[in-house]
């Protein structure tokens, strides 16, 4: 039984930032009651391996619901074949002020300025070896803001190594519109030179470790045309091993007029979804057949996942649409990219 439309329109009630910490801590209680093994199994299993993992099926969690990876166990409940949590940065810092977080229910959509507000990476990781893992675990990281933009790489270096041991892939967050000047690492030198120091870290860990561990790169869906061939011929020449496709939009014309539209901060759900999979079919182009992309953006239905997969995505990642339509989304998502692959 579906409960989550009667339960929408309490949480609805509440400033979004406290419906999200209600609604993961009623995710917590249910995870010690039967209903977590029922959801689970009501989800399409439907194996894939990307990236050397193999994941129970293509449905992920996005980064940003579970910053502090302090909620593993309940999300694992409701059946994703991946969960990200993060984005984490070195150092614990607040974030934003609040307001930080608006609903644009008319268009499904939020808007977010959160600002990468995290309790820091150590935290994190304490959650994280405390909590059972069903499923592959990526981590997400970001820079700290006081971190000037010419030393980024100091910070995602330092994220990368603290991570390495727990993650089962490392994604690395460029393209959040809520740190200055983040954007700016996307492309030009900037960008070949965050990726060389990451590569190099990578292999100094693989080396120490003798585990290799996939990095993906998160990129924003405001990237212009022309900056694709550069953007991908980096991607490849420097052995990233994944693309995530796409972050928040800054852009307004799809909710122009509505309230709080005007609000500072990325906007995500249904008015980013055709602009997401214009970005998987441009990257899917370019890129080597077998180079994964992990599609997110306006996923709010079975259709829409199954049309980002048309495009080139090998795996899909939900968020504003769970806000939406509740445990139910991944249910309808997993079963209709299973029904796609028959």
Not at 298 to 312: C, L, P, R, T, Y
Request: aromatic share 4%; with cysteine.
């Amino acid at each position: 039984m579906n409960l989550y439309p009667l339960v929408r329109p309490l949480l609805f009630r509440l400033d979004p930032e406290t419906a999200h910490r209600v609604t993961l801590t009623l995710l917590d209680l249910a995870a010690r009651t039967p209903w977590c093994g029922m959801q689970r199994r009501g989800v399409s299993a439907d194996p894939i391996t990307v990236m050397g993992l193999e994941f129970p099926n293509r449905v992920g969690l996005a980064a940003g619901l579970d910053k502090n990876a302090a909620h593993i166990t309940g999300l694992s409940c409701l059946g994703f074949g991946f969960l990200e949590v993060g984005t984490l940065t070195p150092r614990a810092q607040p974030g934003n002020p609040a307001p930080r977080l608006f609903r644009l229910a008319d268009a499904e959509a939020l808007i977010n300025r959160m600002g990468f507000n995290n309790d820091g990476i150590e935290s994190a990781l304490a959650n994280i070896a405390a909590a059972p893992r069903s499923v592959p675990l990526g981590i997400n990281l970001g820079k700290n803001f006081d971190t000037p933009i010419e030393a980024a790489i100091d910070d995602y270096r330092a994220g990368l190594a603290a991570v390495y041991d727990q993650a089962d892939y490392v994604t690395i967050n460029i393209s959040s519109p809520n740190t200055a000047n983040l954007r700016n690492l996307q492309g030009g030198e900037a960008f070949t030179a965050l990726l060389a120091g990451l590569v190099e870290e990578r292999e100094r860990l693989r080396e120490d470790s003798g585990r290799q561990v996939p990095l993906a790169i998160k990129i924003a869906p405001d990237i212009e045309d022309e900056e694709f061939p550069a953007l991908v011929d980096a991607l490849v020449a420097h052995g990233i091993d994944a693309v995530i496709a796409t972050n928040t939009t800054t852009g307004r014309p799809l909710v122009s007029g509505l309230p709080q539209a005007d609000e500072a901060g990325g906007l995500s759900g249904r008015p980013v979804r055709e602009r997401s999979t214009e970005v998987i079919a441009a990257l899917r182009e370019r890129l080597p057949e077998d180079f994964p992309i992990i599609g997110v953006g306006g996923i709010d239905s079975g259709e829409a996942a199954v049309e980002k997969i048309q495009a080139g995505a090998d795996l899909v990642q939900v968020y504003t649409g769970l806000i939406y339509h509740g445990p139910q989304l991944i249910r309808d998502v997993a079963c209709a990219l299973a029904e796609s692959d028959d």
